[in-house]
């Protein structure tokens, strides 16, 4: 199986919690120093840290880690906790007195469904999951499924169970480029069984001019473990993915690559980037490999062939991280695998 630490030096760690009112976690894709990194937020909800510093016009240029964690804007805490990880080991943009680590942060929306609603991600769960990135091997398979950031997480009107899924795709220079992704999604992924969706006519991609909307959650799909029917869950959602690549990209190019890859989210979910979600990617680029640079045209192809693929990437980890789920039940409710 593919995943983003096919990419030399790209390590993920999990930290989660479930049980006692608990369903949460934290992952951290923790690169090699000096990474280049941009990001592109596109939703409609986002909750996020520190993504300013990600702008092309912005001061630095290199990302530490990239915190991905569950609940909502309480649990951009966790950032604190990988922050602080990383000064013990030296790593961040240097400033009289030490470093000052660039560790940009997105949240999804997981509150209440352990039971407990102040069961949330803090500093110390960052910190865990960030240590647990750096105990990994390079190359190490990545936990999926109900997993760190994706424990919470779930799909379809908070229907089904959502969570973190991962792929690589390598191109023939030798250029890699793999994504992770936590699906916490309003939508479902396209291609749907006729038995979860209702007819309709909404053109929602060019993927058809007649596709499928999502219906809206069926009764039996949230109930509790005595077969009681759990309270309806607010529609706040978000995806969010990390995009890393062996190639030397500069910032600018990290941010047309983040930009490039929501058409990966969009070719997976239906419906995407709503409102309602706080669909965010973030783009690392290790600068491993060089791209044929030797003319404009040559630049141009390069770029946007890795573009392609870092959309494609997304894609599939998306519905990795949907097939991978299981069955979670919780005094909020019981949330099923979907099976598409």
Known sequence: MTGITDVPGIRVGHAGRRGGGWLSGVTVVLPPPGTTGSVDVRGGGPGTHETDALDP?????TVDAVVLTGGSAFGLAAAHGAQRWCEEQGRGFAVPGGVV????????????????????????????ATADAA???EGHD??????GAGTGALIGRGSYKGGVGTASITLDNGVVVGAIAVVNALGLPFGTSPTRVEPGSVRLSDEGASTQRVAPVPAEASHGPEGAQAPQLPPL???LVVVATNALLDKAECKRTASAAHAGLARALNPSHTLADGDTVFCLATGA???DRDTDAARQLSLITLQSAAADAVRLAILDGVDAAVDETTPAGRFRAYRR
């Open 57 to 61: 016009t912005t001061l630095t240029a």
């Open 101 to 128: 680590p660039i560790v940009p942060a997105a949240a999804i929306f997981d509150l209440g469904r352990g039971g407990d609603f102040g069961a949330r991600p803090d500093a110390a769960m960052g910190y865990a």
């Open 135 to 137: 105990s990994r091997p």
């Open 142 to 147: 990545v936990d999926r499924g109900n997993a």
């Open 237 to 239: 959602n978000t995806t």
């Open 289 to 291: 490999l060089a791209l």
